[in-house]
């Protein structure tokens, strides 16, 4: 179950819960635990969003990432605006072949036109499996 600030648009909810993230995240089962704009969580699973080695694939990290840097900006932008990302890097330093992985994005800055989030994926000892940096560009609708 997600838990949102209290204070977040109710159209960004709704959108959220419709459509389960977006289509991408329903398809790699991404599930967001908690959302805001300064810090979120989302996890992952491993099976079936391997590369051909059986390792977890580098652009599954890539979007699991995205996705929740995307969304915690988008919480940051607030009502009648949108989060366009502009900018992401991802730095994978361990492999994984099985279990969940989590994601945890931290807010690096939060400006009224960019917000730039670092997210780390674990996996399931805790250990770092990559790093992601996103910057998203904030406009109204």
């Known amino acids: 179950m997600t838990t949102f600030p209290q204070d977040l648009d109710p159209s960004l909810v709704e959108r959220l819960i419709s459509t389960e993230g977006g289509a991408l995240a329903r398809k790699m089962g991404i599930t967001f635990v908690e959302l805001s704009a300064d810090h979120s969580v989302a996890t992952m699973p491993v099976e079936g969003n391997t590369q051909v080695v059986g390792i977890l694939h580098g652009g599954a990290h890539v979007v699991l990432g995205e996705s929740l840097g995307s969304v915690s900006s988008a919480i940051h932008a607030g009502p009648g605006r949108i989060a ?5 890097n991802a730095s994978h ?19 009224r036109t960019l917000a730039t ?3 780390v ?8 499996l990559s790093t992601i940096r996103m910057t998203n560009f904030l406009k109204d609708q």
């Open 84 to 88: 366009v990302g502009i900018e992401i």
């Open 93 to 111: 330093s361990r492999s994984v072949s099985s279990g969940i992985v989590t994601a945890t994005c931290t807010a690096v800055n939060l400006g």
């Open 117 to 119: 989030h670092e997210i």
């Open 121 to 128: 994926v674990r996996d399931d000892a805790g250990r770092r």
